[in-house]
Each structure stands twice: as structure tokens, then as C-alpha cells.
């Protein structure tokens, strides 16, 4: 055990130093938890057991890795979510939805613990936007915009919400 943890010792020290808090952080802390493995198996006079401590310890320590990926996906989904209010700036929100979703779909890490969430963006990709769509299309009818402000005005929550203005 001492063995390993002299040889994990580093790895501490950065998951601790948050050098994994990145976009893609979990993907590289996946890739040097694999070479810190090969390189304990590697080593000699380790005895019989060395399998089963190696896998114990990595279980102990599973929890880290856990809360490398959680960094990670927040971090992806902040970025995503700001490279998608630039889309919206630019392209108009009809379109946000349809992007929100594919960049979920496409850009997301490969782990088991989406599984869930695949059926929720599944059906809002399917069901929900098909949906919004009239609605977004017929809100960019001038006509349409202006008697829905109209009736808007004309309520109490107008009222409530804009102490200013009163209805007429």
C-alpha cells in the first residue's frame, strides 16, 4: 500500500491543486491514473497480492474521480452555454433549442452516468421544439407581437410587474 501511495502521491497533489478543472480535465486525469496503473504494474517484488491492493486502492480513491468528472461536465456545460448565447446573438432563439440539444448530445463525455438524461433531451429534441416552433414563428409577426403586448397591458400582472405603466 505504501507503494501506492507514494506513486499516487502526485496525482493527489493535482486533483487537490484543481489541475483537472478544466474542459476535458477528467479525460486527462483518466489518462494519468492509467499511466500511474502501468507504471505500478511494472514495478518489481510487489508480491502476490499486488492485484487486489491495486484494485482496492483505486476504490478507496474512486470518489476522487468522481469529483474530477462532475468539474469537468459543469465546466463543458458552462462553455457550451455560453458558445450557445452567442449562437442565440447572432442567429435569433428559434434556432437555441435545436442547438441546446445537439450540443448535449454531441459534446457531451461518454459516461454511464448521462443514461438518464439521453431520453430527457431526446424528447425535448423531438416533442417539445416541434412544439415551440409556431409559437416562436408566429411571435415574429408584427401583428401578432403587438396585440399580444395589447393584452398584456390590459392585465393585472402588467400592472404588478410594471408599476410604472398603467393599463388604459
Not at 494519468?32 to 507504471?39: F, G, I, M, P, S
Not at 480513491?61 to 462553455?79: F, N, P, W
Request: hydrophobic share 40%; net charge positive.
Amino acid at each position: 500500500m505504501a507503494i501506492l501511495q507514494k506513486l499516487f502521491q502526485d496525482l493527489d497533489r493535482r486533483i487537490n491543486a484543481r489541475f483537472y478543472f478544466m474542459s476535458g480535465g477528467y479525460l486527462r486525469f483518466q489518462r494519468d491514473k492509467k499511466a500511474l496503473v502501468e507504471q505500478y504494474r511494472k514495478l518489481p517484488g510487489k508480491g502476490m497480492k499486488a492485484e487486489t491492493a491495486l484494485r482496492d486502492f483505486l476504490q478507496e480513491r474512486e470518489y476522487m474521480g468522481k469529483k474530477v468528472l462532475k468539474d469537468d461536465l459543469e465546466i463543458t456545460l458552462a462553455l457550451i452555454v455560453s458558445c450557445l448565447s452567442i449562437v442565440k446573438a447572432s442567429m435569433g432563439s428559434e434556432n437555441l433549442v435545436h442547438y441546446a440539444c445537439a450540443s448535449l448530445i454531441y459534446l457531451r463525455p461518454g459516461s454511464s452516468s448521462w443514461s438518464g438524461q439521453d431520453a430527457l433531451i431526446s424528447v425535448t429534441y423531438t416533442i417539445l421544439t416541434p412544439l415551440l416552433n409556431p409559437m416562436i414563428y408566429t411571435l415574429r409577426n408584427k401583428d401578432v407581437k403587438a396585440a399580444l403586448c395589447k393584452a398584456i397591458r390590459k392585465t393585472q400582472i402588467s400592472a404588478e410587474c410594471f408599476p410604472g405603466k398603467r393599463s388604459r
